[in-house]
Every structure is written in C-alpha cells, then in structure tokens.
C-alpha cells in the first residue's frame, strides 16, 4: 500500500482490575483489554481511517490470536504479524486507585513473544 503508517512494537493483554483498589488481597475481578501502545496506535490510526500496519510478534495461543484479531477487526494490516511458537503472550497487571487513576502494578516478562521478533523476516512493501 503506498502511504502505509508502520507501527512496530508491542502487544499485549491488559488485564485491568474492575475493583478500586491498589491492594491484589481485595482485587477480585480482572477484565482482558487489548494493550501494547503501538498496537493500539495502529488501531486509532485505522479508526481514522488511515492505511497502518502493525509489526510485532504474538504467541501461538489463544490469546495471541485474539489480539491479531482484533487489530485486524479495524482494518489494521497484520501480514508482518509473526506468530512466535513456544512463548507466552505478555501480561500487564493495572489496578485502579480510589481516584480512578490506572495503576501499573507488574508485567509478564518471561518468554514473551512480542520481544522476540525476527527482523529479517519483516517483509515492507514500498
């Protein structure tokens, strides 16, 4: 595509604590949201309707699939997606305080495909 937007980096699982609380010990109701800001910035960018492509590496999981899926669900180009075998997709943990503001309180960090991209296998069209 000419005039393509690339987005290269991370994505991952958000899983956001629906509690306001800081504390895991009353934490008991955590939602999936697709996280990773370069994948959600190609996601805004085909929201407003520009030609974006994402490049990042997903593991061979469900979640993996999950998260190709909905970048591709806006018209996010995935073709330079790599699927990545033997890892874990990552996992970051946000609770929220008494305020409402989100709160990063750990992530996932071993064997994790979206830091395992092979570069030489990216394949940009001009």
Partial sequence: MNNQITSLGEILV???????????????EFIKVPGGAPANVAVGLAKLEESVQFIGGIADDLFGDWLKEYISSYGVCTENVQKIPYTNTRCAYIFTDENGNRVFKGFSRNLCADSLIEFEKIDIKS
């Fill in 14 to 28: 958000d899983w956001t604590c629906v509690d306001k609380t800081l504390d895991i010990n009353y934490a008991n």
